[in-house]
């Protein structure tokens, strides 16, 4: 990740923490594949560009030996599809799949002005985060009682 990338990401996920709202994933995946084809990996902290920076991930972590790479995207960064997946859309080695694929799909991908692959069962949204807005309320609440904030007439 550049710092470009980086302060879009800082300023997204402080304007969604100042309006009070969260990420929010809905839907089921639809096992069309699509997330293990033509995918970006992040690893050491930045997003790799190179065959020399995947071979350096896949030393550090094995299960990232069964992607390889596909292509490149218009901004440099290498893609990449999984040599696990299927014909009808599965993983023929789920119970060990990679971190990045049990978290799919991540609210980091919308922090980072990412897409969902097409066809993908998951959709993301912002929604108001009622559960912050509650414990920023029962916070208030408490200073109150404590005396800290005086209460409002």
Known sequence: MNLFEYLEYKFRKW???RK????IIRGSCKMCGNCCRSICLHAGGKWLKNEKQF???VDEDELLSRFEICGKTEEGYLKFSCTSLTDNGTCNDYENRPQLCRNFPNPTIFMQFGELPAGCGFR??????????LQDALHDDEKIKSGHIPEKK
């Open 124 to 133: 993301m949204s912002t929604e108001t985060d009622f559960e912050k807005i």
């Open 55 to 57: 071979l350096k991930a």
């Open 20 to 23: 009070r709202q969260t990420v």
């Open 15 to 17: 304007r969604l923490k």
